[in-house]
Every structure is written in structure tokens, then in C-alpha cells.
């Protein structure tokens, strides 16, 4: 059977493994997957992230997720947008998460980035997930 929501499929494990204490989880790799983490790991919310090639040809990828004081770094992260209601905005209406202390990861025709680095560019794109 087919994943119809990879990202989904990542944000669920990243929050189940955080509610469990786990130090690093490890999953099927995808392009999209490795770029959604890299944002997350440029703001701070992960330690670090591997991509292994396996010997059959399909790469997984090992998070090692980040906590402070014993508690999980990444307190919310909920999916924005789905692939049966797609979530577009322009710049300007980009959405602003608790005062701008969260992220929004936005694919744009640049590549994924947070919603402050889409602003500063002065381009909208698909809102993939809010991070707090």
C-alpha cells in the first residue's frame, strides 16, 4: 500500500516519538522529507539528521531530536496544508505563528524555507506546516 501523505507520515512521527522521550527516530527517505527536516534543523528544533543508503537501493533518514530541560524543543507542529485541501498564499498573507515565535515551513519556487525567510524574499508558496 502507498503513503498518499509523506510529510503527514513525518510530522506524526516526530511528535509521537517527542511524546515518548525518544532520542532518535528513523524512516523511509524521501527529497521533500530531507528538505523539511534541513529547515527544521536550521531553526534549531533538531539536533541533527543522516540520509542512509541502503543496500536495496531505498535511503532511510535518522533524526535525533533536540530537548531542553527534558522536555521536547518542538512543542506544536500541525500539518497546514493537505493533498485534499491545498493551502496557497501570496506574501503578504502568510500567516504569523504566536507572535512570530513559531515557523511556517512554505514551499516556494525557490525551495522550502520558514515564513520569514519567504517575506524577506518577497514570495508566497504552498504553507506546508506550522512549527512551535
Do not use: W
Not at 40 to 62: C, M, P, R
Amino acid at each position: 500500500m502507498t503513503m498518499q501523505d509523506p510529510i503527514a507520515d513525518l510530522l506524526t512521527r516526530l511528535r509521537n516519538a517527542q511524546n515518548a522521550g525518544l532520542k532518535e527516530i528513523v524512516m523511509p527517505c524521501s527529497t521533500r522529507k530531507v528538505s523539511v527536516v534541513q529547515v527544521l534543523k536550521d531553526e534549531g528544533y533538531i539536533e541533527e539528521f543522516n540520509v542512509v543508503a541502503e543496500q536495496d537501493g531505498k535511503s532511510t533518514l535518522s533524526i535525533k531530536l533536540r530537548y531542553h530541560e527534558g522536555r521536547p524543543v518542538i512543542e506544536q507542529i500541525k500539518r497546514i496544508s493537505r493533498p485534499g485541501l491545498r493551502q496557497y498564499k501570496g506574501k503578504d498573507d502568510i500567516p504569523v505563528i504566536n507572535s512570530g515565535l513559531g515557523i511556517i515551513i512554505v514551499s516556494t519556487n525557490k525551495g522550502l524555507m520558514t515564513d520569514r525567510a519567504a517575506r524577506a524574499a518577497g514570495i508566497g508558496g504552498e504553507l506546508i506546516c506550522s512549527v512551535f
